[in-house]
């Protein structure tokens, strides 16, 4: 006997039990027929069939009486198999719906997996009858969400934000003080101890790698590979199933309350650029079923073929309205209901890619985030970029976005490294890149400044290696990038030499305190500063093993002082409003003052004049910020604060210099609170005026302090 079916609504899309049944909704303009296919508690045997019975508005729905949460379900999609003309409908595979909120089970890689016959010499125009099933997850219906009330969020000013990039699982894997039933999934990483650390540590705001569903590529499986950093997506609502401890996606809900309560914000890197189908070659799982020429770019005039900006195979079209409602539902549904702080948007220049596939900032995806009631609360940063034509957007997203700066990146490495042709463009970044930000009111946070990230060199491989190392991975060496402005010290990887060994500490030193009192918002890669290193893979993408995760053991942490060094670092960011600025530098006067609000000074302690830029030696820099100027902090209430006055001097040479520390006003000497080629327990007094010995490759940042 057939299962009694209602029409249903069309709205909300997915599947919504109301107490009742359950409401089914699914988007496809072309689709002709589909069919809600009902498993087994197991997820293996298809219990029955149900034709959707209504079509409104592009919207395929029905409404089961009776049936209840837990329910294992997927799709069957009707249409023409027609990849000349951009369709790829075939019934014969299960296919995930875009709005489930929990799946069941993972990817298992068979032929049956793929739309076309593999092995047939007309590849993807052939059409292959066997059925996908067994070897697809199953969506689950889940119960109606409860609204019990929510701690309340952390909301950290963006001036004083720190990101700290981390992977949920790499991060407590080997954790010694997290359950072993509980390491590397949310709930070990909402664990006390864990989170004690991160609080402890002095970072304010979690970026979480990939946390979507997503799938383990077949050609990484075939090799006893993985993909670690999840950057596959299969589903944009339901958490990936390898960080649910019990397999309940509630369990993230848990730890982003957990990290609340410690007073810590979590955002989700997340990948709405493509997903895990691949090229016109790779499996019909999900989105290529239901509907292939909506959801994807498709090349004009040759539809068989995509529209490739991620360098991945496809490329979601967000210019259709469908796709970029699913999108937004998805950004709303992971701030209401998972109560995360923000987005870091991958590859996020093709998602502003208009229908001409060009690069657009009145883009309907950027207009619709900027109208948006619920994301106008939350962080957004964009990777502003991607690899298609133009698709280099650094400083072109619209206000109330922050962006991801390479250019810092690479210009506080070549620095640090010693090249030449670098001084000037440092001074730039390190006070917050008003070329690229000052416009429309942009703050100087909008400028996320990194000297590392998951994407490649850890800061203990940026100081080791010359070269990339990436055997391990599938691709003969030949993937990661090879501009990585690093720097061996002498030895290529490991050594016992002493010397060398010295250096390479004292330049991640260098690197973490130019980063940490650099204008703009700070992040840093988990495990920088325990001394983690990935033996020189720049992309260790696929290293689900201790090349990628955090050692926790005692020895990494006591290592060369980095992780006291950093939290010295982060407490003083967070003391001094001087490294936190509202507005960005001008180089001139603070109106009402008589004061500059920055200062380039010489050797010799004088100003640096714009013509001594031309001339200027490319291994030295120094300026100060004067505590008088009143511009560093402004209350709710409109009341400015001044701080203390800072001088930073950084000398990238292998020779010592002799500078001569400004004047930093009546009655003040200045106090050494960081010197790298010093023990960082010196606490040294030096009057303004006096010369001071900066020892080299080595940085200085002295604070003012009132005479007695």
């Known amino acids: 006997m057939s299962r009694k079916t209602?029409?249903?609504?069309?709205?909300?899309?997915?599947?919504?039990?109301?107490?009742?049944?359950?409401?089914?909704?699914?988007?496809?303009?072309?689709?002709?027929?589909?069919?809600?296919?009902?498993?087994?508690?197991?997820?293996?045997?298809?219990?029955?069939?149900?034709?959707?019975?209504?079509y409104t508005d592009q919207?395929?729905?029905?409404?089961?009486?009776?049936l209840q949460p837990g329910q294992l379900y997927g799709y069957r999609v009707y249409g023409p198999y027609s990849p000349e003309n951009g369709?790829?409908?075939?019934?014969?595979?299960?296919?995930?719906?875009?709005?489930?909120?929990?799946?069941?089970?993972?990817v298992q890689w068979d032929h049956a997996n793929f739309g076309y016959?593999?092995?047939d010499s007309r590849e993807d125009l052939s059409f292959d009858p066997r059925d996908s099933a067994r070897f697809m997850p199953k969506c689950v219906v889940m119960p109606a969400v409860e609204s019990d009330p929510a701690p309340k969020r952390p909301e950290i000013p963006w001036q004083d934000t720190v990101y700290y990039e981390l992977h949920v699982r790499g991060f407590t894997v080997t954790h010694p003080e997290v359950a072993p039933e509980l390491r590397g999934t949310f709930a070990g990483l909402g664990s006390p101890p864990v989170l004690r650390y991160l609080r402890e540590l002095g970072v304010t705001t979690l970026e979480l790698l990939p946390v979507h569903s997503f799938v383990d590529d077949h050609y990484l499986q075939q090799r006893g590979l993985r993909n670690y950093w999840g950057y596959q997506t299969l589903n944009f609502f339901a958490p990936e199933l390898r960080y649910l401890s019990g397999g309940d996606p509630s369990e993230a809900r848990q730890f982003v309350r957990a990290a609340h309560e410690a007073g810590l914000e979590v955002i989700l890197d997340v990948v709405y650029n493509h997903t895990a189908e691949g090229n016109q070659l790779g499996p019909t799982l999900s989105f290529r079923g239901i509907d292939n020429a909506t959801y994807y770019r498709l090349r004009p005039g040759e539809p068989r073929h995509y529209a490739d900006s991620t360098g991945t195979g496809n490329t979601l079209a967000i210019h259709e309205p469908a796709v970029c409602r699913l999108v937004m539902d998805s950004l709303r549904y992971w701030v209401e209901q998972m109560e995360v702080d923000g987005f870091r948007f991958d590859l996020a220049a093709s998602l502003a890619r208009g229908p001409n596939g060009q690069f657009d900032i009145y883009s309907s995806f950027l207009a619709a985030v900027g109208q948006d009631p619920v994301l106008k609360h939350v962080k957004l940063i964009a990777e502003p970029w991607d690899v298609g034509d133009g698709g280099y957007r650094l400083g072109g997203f619209p206000p109330g976005w922050a962006e991801w700066n390479d250019r810092y990146r690479d210009t506080v490495r070549r620095f640090w490294r010693g090249d030449n042709g670098?001084?000037?463009?440092?001074?730039?970044?390190?006070?917050?890149?008003?070329?690229l930000f000052n416009r429309c009111g942009r703050r100087p946070w909008a400028s996320v400044n990194a000297i590392t990230t998951h994407d490649g060199f850890t800061l203990a491989d940026l100081v080791s290696y010359n070269d990339k190392h990436n055997a391990d991975n599938p691709h003969d060496n030949g993937d990661g990038t090879d501009h990585n402005f690093s720097w061996n010290h002498g030895v290529e990887g490991p050594t016992d030499d002493p010397e060398i060994l010295k250096l390479r500490a004292r330049q991640q030193k260098n690197l973490l305190a130019t980063l940490l009192v650099s204008q703009g918002t700070p992040l840093i890669l988990a495990g920088d500063e325990l001394g983690r290193t990935q033996r020189g893979n720049n992309n260790a993408y696929c290293q689900d093993n201790e090349m990628s995760w955090v050692d926790w053991s005692g020895a990494a942490q006591s290592g060369n002082g980095l992780y006291a060094f950093m939290k010295q670092l982060l407490q003083l960011r967070k003391e001094h409003v001087v490294f936190r600025r509202q507005h960005p530098f001008t180089g001139h006067v603070i109106p009402g003052t008589d004061v500059m609000d920055v200062v380039w000074l010489n050797t010799d302690g004088t100003s640096r004049m714009l013509s001594d830029w031309a001339t200027a030696d490319d291994s030295f820099i120094a300026f100060m910020?004067?505590?008088?100027?009143?511009?560093?902090h402004v209350s709710a209430t409109g009341e400015r604060?001044?701080?203390?006055?800072?001088?930073?001097?950084?000398?990238?040479s292998s020779e010592e210099r002799e500078l001569w520390v400004p004047d930093c006003g009546l009655g003040t000497l200045w106090h050494v609170a960081i010197d790298t080629c010093r023990s960082e327990h010196v606490q040294a007094l030096v009057a303004c005026g006096e010369m001071y010995v900066l020892g080299p490759r080595a940085f200085v940042l002295m604070l003012s302090r009132a005479n007695g």
């Open 422 to 435: 670098v001084v000037s463009e440092l001074a730039t970044r390190i006070t917050g890149s008003s070329d």
């Open 641 to 652: 604060s001044a701080g203390q006055s800072v001088f930073v001097g950084m000398n990238a």
């Open 117 to 119: 016959r593999i092995g």
């Open 625 to 632: 910020v004067s505590g008088q100027a009143g511009d560093y």
């Open 6 to 54: 209602w029409p249903g609504l069309p709205y909300p899309l997915g599947s919504s039990f109301d107490g009742k049944g359950v409401n089914f909704a699914l988007f496809s303009v072309h689709a002709e027929r589909v069919e809600l296919c009902l498993f087994a508690p197991d997820g293996q045997r298809e219990l029955e069939r149900v034709r959707l019975p209504e």
């Open 87 to 106: 369709h790829r409908f075939n019934h014969h595979k299960l296919l995930i719906d875009p709005y489930a909120r929990q799946l069941r089970g993972m």
């Open 59 to 66: 919207i395929w729905h029905g409404y089961l009486p009776d």
